[in-house]
């Protein structure tokens, strides 16, 4: 059964750094999120992707955030200065429609130093 | 602003009882309610889901339940089993053309001993 992969499955950055989060989607889906969850906390959507355009973002995914799907397997997510509080678990998650099932990713543990 | 709350936040049964967790939304427009189950350090994985013109699903030992008018729905697990010991999540969406943002409720540590 295909899966949603990511790598990598643990970042350590030091405070201000730039970090690349990776995700490979389903390959027939064409909506992408990512979402992250702080350790012990809930889920939280930072930002959804369709056609190539962000179609939504949460308050969370400042300046300091951007997505890309670089080719047509790729969809990452850039934190361009990272401060401690961006230390979390991201996933990327994708459907091949806009009300259908989302599958996650295993995530990738950011932790900023 | 959207929100979702989940309550119990942790729930222990006895292995064979059942255990119900309840979570309310805020957004009306809400018209998608997943649910999913995360062991520990694994990603969050669907159990099932419920779309807004369905009051009740069933699959196996797990149900949902949904009350637009009150804006709740709920998960049934019965017959519980050792292995149904994890973190759940409720969820909702409002789904349109371009994707459908998933808002989690807080989680509800469910334990089931043996």
């Known amino acids: 059964e295909p899966e949603v992969t990511q790598t990598p499955s643990h970042q350590v950055t030091q405070m201000g750094q730039e970090v690349i989060l990776r995700c490979v989607p389903i390959s027939n889906h064409l909506y992408f999120y990512w979402y992250r969850q702080i350790l012990g906390q809930k889920v939280e959507f930072l930002v959804s992707?369709?056609?190539?355009?962000?179609?939504?973002k949460s308050e969370i995914f400042d300046d300091q955030f951007s997505v890309e799907r670089p080719d047509g397997s790729n969809f990452t997510l850039k934190i361009r200065s990272t401060k401690l509080e961006d230390s979390a678990m991201y996933f990327c998650?994708?459907?091949?429609?806009?009300?259908?099932?989302?599958?996650f990713g295993p995530g990738t543990r950011l932790t900023v130093l | 602003g959207e929100n979702v709350e989940q309550h119990p936040s942790t729930l222990s049964v006895q292995e064979g009882d059942s255990a119900v967790i309840k979570c309310t939304y805020s957004?009306?427009?809400?018209?998608?309610f997943p649910w999913y189950k995360q062991e520990l350090g694994k990603r969050p994985q669907l159990i099932i889901d419920?779309?807004?013109?369905?009051g009740e699903k069933k699959d196996q030992r797990i149900a949902v339940t949904l009350n637009k008018t009150a804006k709740h729905f709920s998960l049934h697990i019965t017959e519980t089993q050792p292995e149904d010991s994890a973190v759940y999540f409720c969820a909702a969406s409002f789904i349109y053309n371009q994707g459908g943002k998933l808002i989690f409720g807080q989680g509800t540590e469910l334990s089931v001993k043996p």
């Open positions: 998650a994708s459907s091949d429609g806009p009300g259908e099932t989302q599958y």
């Open positions: 419920i779309r807004s013109n369905v």
């Open positions: 992707f369709y056609n190539n355009e962000i179609s939504e």
């Open positions: 957004d009306s427009a809400s018209n998608y």
